[in-house]
């Protein structure tokens, strides 16, 4: 509760300073009027969804959309806001100025009025993210994009020179709600025509049932050497409420028996391996392991069977894996591939000049290739979204990984 009130207090603070810079543009009560009423609504449809949130439930659709009615207006305040912060600054140091050097005439103030070109130019500015997060809501969230790369190993087998891997993850079945959409991205990943799929968990947002809706579509996912997979931190059932241990662990066990009907090869701490000829690649699979979240993924329990000079290929969920157990272990991970982050579902990429969001904060390794120590590790931005139904800048993806065997290099 006391969250709660800290939080409707700095929303409150931020409307009103927003209004003030809104009115200083307009004069107009309609237009005032319909700003108020817009800002009542959605602020109001928020703390209702926000306190009636039953945290049982599977999925919760209301919740979501008010979260992204939220988002969509109050994300270009705080736009105005701090442009018009600017200014007001400026308008400090000149009223604390004019009183210091001035005698200013009865009535009249030291501190100068709002300009109004800097007010439009600030609303200007707060459309830029508006028109950004309302394209993310209504076409981001399934702008699938196949991102492909070459990577290079010197000790890659001979045989497996071009092999073809197609990595996805995070499909949150839970949040879809355009089955044309999905349906297409299926297609999309069977396009590839890769020699093997590997999906890095976070099948579902809390519930096994939520997948049961879209099993038939992700069972027609095909690749010559089959589909491996891993759980990720939401597949356990620990984001809801159950009402008892019993149906929590049968949602579990549902959970398991779910990646066999759809035809993948779940790995809990194992390892599976692609033949060819006299050659092996090790497929090894963690439970989830995380920085802040479950760890449960065990290497050395993965690895048992695994001989060192074998190409490994490591699914984790979470790449904070890779950063504090993977890269310093004994055994040579040659490619780790995970998802997880998202990439926060916000940010601005342009290849080759930028490539930025909030979640590099939490995570140094939040999307795309990085390499250390010989080794590679992928981040896939994850195949669906959560919580906020949209993507701004960061799309939903399907990575396509050709391995060759030669001097080492990302391509």
Known sequence: MLRLLVFIGIVLALDFYAFQSFRSVTKNPWVI???????????????????????SASVSTGFYQAFAFFVLFYIPKLFLVLAMFGEDVFRLFEGVYNAITTSPRSGSSVFSTRRKFIAQIALGVAALP???????????KYNYKVLKYTLFFEDLPKEFDNYKITQ?????SGSFDNKAKVEYAVDLINAQASDVIMFT?????????????????????????????????????????????????????????LHKSLGFQLLLDEAKFIRKKESQLA???????????????????????????????????????WEHEVIDDKLHYHLTLSGHTHGMQFGIEIPGFIKWSPI????????????????????????????????????????????????????
């Open 201 to 257: 968990g976070d099948l579902v947002n809390s519930r096994t049932s939520e997948m049961l809706p879209w099993k038939s579509t992700f069972s027609k996912l095909k690749a010559k050497d089959g589909i491996f997979s891993i759980l990720g931190n939401h597949d356990y059932g620990d984001y809801t409420r159950w009402p008892s241990k019993e149906d929590k662990s049968k949602n579990f066990k549902d959970m398991l028996k």
């Open 360 to 411: 590099k904060w939490r995570y140094k390794y939040w999307a795309g290739l990085y390499e250390k120590a010989g080794q590679v590790l992928n981040v896939n931005r994850g195949f669906g979204y959560l919580a906020f139904p949209g993507r701004v800048g960061i799309w939903p993806e399907i990575t396509v990984i050709k391995l060759r065997k030669g001097k080492p290099h990302l391509g």
């Open 130 to 140: 508006f028109l950004s997060i309302l394209h993310g809501i209504t076409k981001g």
């Open 283 to 321: 497929i090894i699979g963690v439970e989830n392991w995380g920085k802040g979240f479950k760890q449960k993924g065990d290497l050395r329990k993965a690895t048992s069977q695994v001989n060192p000079d074998d190409f490994k290929i490591l699914l984790s969920h979470d790449p904070s894996h």
């Open 168 to 172: 996805i993850s995070d499909i949150h």
């Open 33 to 55: 009027l319909i700003y108020i009423m817009s800002t009542m609504l959605v602020f109001g449809n928020t703390i209702y969804h926000v306190v009636n949130l039953d945290r």
